[in-house]
């Protein structure tokens, strides 16, 4: 530890006395300096011991002293060194009473003690606690870097909680925390995912220092990675500010965490190269050869009903991919899933298991950018495919493909493909496209109704519904046959086409499903 008032005092070659602040001695010092300026407190930075021999004072003054006194505990100084011997032989009561009165620890200095001899210590014992904690931070260094070879980054985050006498947190690249140590920090990291998450948006490195939870401790948190988007973020709890030391033990874990994220992200590129020709080998209708080139990375993925995503992002939103794709893999490491996740320029692939973490991570993701969004251009469309298997995976590759092309007509972030075929043709009724056909070719009828003379859409629809049976469909709508006849005479006249057409029958119906369900 640094020096202190205490340590110079019990130091047996200066000699010191305490004349005032008994109690304030353990005040660690950051230098010793003599001054003899009536005002040295221009010159002060704090942390300072003070050494006079009052050459310039007028140190038997009380209300000198006490303007003096006070004026150095208001910069911080620490300690006030009083030469005995040389133009007052004790020190005047006036200063005595002013240090007591301040609290500021006052040492009498015998004639035979130069300050010279103060300052040396001073300096001797700041070299050698900056000695202790360099040395420290070497061998926290070595234990650190031997644990992440060992254990990997649950044995470094361990050694480093035991180093900084605190506790210590690794998030992945979605801002969930992926390890803890002690184990009991876990839900206290998780409560920190909003502070990570405005880390991340600023480019690596950076770092912060935030309040923990309920104010428990102080917490530093680092981004990790290189690149301009950080992969990871490092927290680390204590109940004070970090020694020279534990700071040393913090930047080593930082280095060995990013060696450790770059190292990830090389091999990363290498299975999403593979990943990529396992993809076309199913798409090419090859499930034996997928799987005889996905071997254990991603074999049992190919071995269950999985889902293909499909999507593409708009160029003023280019993180977007980036983000589903982090999405997905940070849902499959927490769960323990396979994933196959191949970037294809400004479109993105993803194979997932059915009824996994991964599809629903992305369903998720998917609807709070929904719930977000502020404009239709530029921006994440995802199709999701049905449940498929090896065999069936370029059916399923394109099914995601045309949910994908329906959620860029309607505007939508997601679009899954089972939900376009769920047993009716009515949700595809919303595009904007077939709302329009259905107004212009009902425009015609409506107006008629609108002048009063009678009930055309509604005896159109009554009459299709019954597929044409006159006496049900007058009984629906309360007329008589003959009424209904001539109404249904009356449509074709203004349409200009026959209703014996199921053409024309079909669109007809369809237009009203279309406008119904407005």
Same mark, same amino acid.
């Given at each position: ?23 304030? @001695? ?418 015609? @009828? ?73």
């Amino acid at each position: 530890m640094p020096p202190t008032l205490a340590s110079l005092v019990h130091h047996s070659a200066l000699k010191l006395t305490v004349r005032a602040g008994e109690d304030h @001695l353990d005040v660690p010092v950051r230098w010793a300096h003599a001054s003899e300026l009536a005002d040295p407190v221009p010159y002060m930075e704090g942390g300072e011991l003070l050494l006079i021999t009052a050459l310039k004072l007028d140190a038997e003054d009380r209300e000198a002293m006490r303007r003096y006194v006070k004026r150095l505990v208001g910069a911080g100084v620490v300690g006030l060194g009083f030469a005995v011997g040389v133009h007052y032989e004790d020190i005047p009561d006036a200063l005595v009473d002013a240090a007591r009165a301040e609290g500021l620890p006052l040492l009498e200095v015998p004639r035979r003690t130069p300050f010279l001899a103060i300052s040396k210590a001073v300096s001797a014992a700041i070299a050698a606690d900056q000695y202790r904690a360099v040395t420290a931070g070497f061998a926290a260094q070595r234990e650190l870097t031997r644990q992440a070879l060992a254990e990997g980054p649950a044995g470094l985050l361990a050694a480093l909680a035991a180093q900084v006498d605190g506790w210590a947190a690794l998030y992945d690249a979605s801002g969930a925390v992926v390890a803890a140590a002690p184990e009991w920090a876990g839900r206290r990291a998780a409560r920190l995912v909003p502070d990570v998450t405005r880390l991340r948006e600023r480019p690596a490195p950076a770092s912060s220092v935030v309040a923990g939870p309920e104010n428990e401790d102080r917490v530093e948190l680092h981004s990790l990675g290189t690149g301009r988007r950080p992969r990871a973020a490092l927290a680390v709890g204590t109940a004070a500010a970090l020694g020279t030391a534990e700071r040393y033990a913090v930047h080593s874990a930082v280095a060995l965490l990013t060696l450790t994220t770059e190292r990830s992200r090389s091999l990363h590129a290498a299975e999403q190269r593979i990943g990529a020709a396992v993809l076309r080998m199913l798409l090419a209708g090859e499930p034996d050869h997928a799987r005889a080139v996905a071997g254990d990375l991603y074999g049992g993925l190919l071995d269950a009903p999985f889902r293909i995503i499909v999507a593409t992002g708009g160029e003023a939103n280019g993180d977007a991919l980036g983000a589903l794709a982090e999405v997905a893999e940070s849902a499959a490491a927490r769960s323990g899933e396979v994933v196959l996740v191949v970037p294809e320029g400004n479109r993105l692939v993803v194979l997932a298991c059915d009824g996994g973490a991964v599809v629903a991570a992305c369903r998720d993701h998917a609807a709070a950018r929904e719930a977000a969004r502020k404009s239709d251009d530029d921006e994440l469309v995802v199709g999701l495919s049905a449940p498929a298997g090896p065999i069936a995976a370029s059916a399923a590759y394109k099914q995601a493909e045309q949910a994908l092309s329906v959620a860029r007509r309607r505007g939508r972030v997601l679009v899954e493909h089972e939900h376009m075929a769920a047993g009716s043709v009515l949700p595809l009724l919303a595009d904007d496209a077939v709302r329009a056909f259905a107004d212009g070719l009902l425009r015609a @009828l409506r107006e008629h109704d609108a002048t009063g003379r009678g009930d055309l859409v509604a005896s159109l629809r009554a009459w299709l519904s019954r597929h044409g049976q006159w006496d049900a469909a007058a009984a629906d709508l309360g007329v008589h046959r003959h009424t209904l006849r001539y109404r249904m005479r009356r449509v074709e006249e203004i349409l200009g086409r026959s209703l014996d057409d199921p053409d024309t029958r079909m669109e007809l119906w369809l237009a009203l499903k279309a406008t119904t369900s407005e």
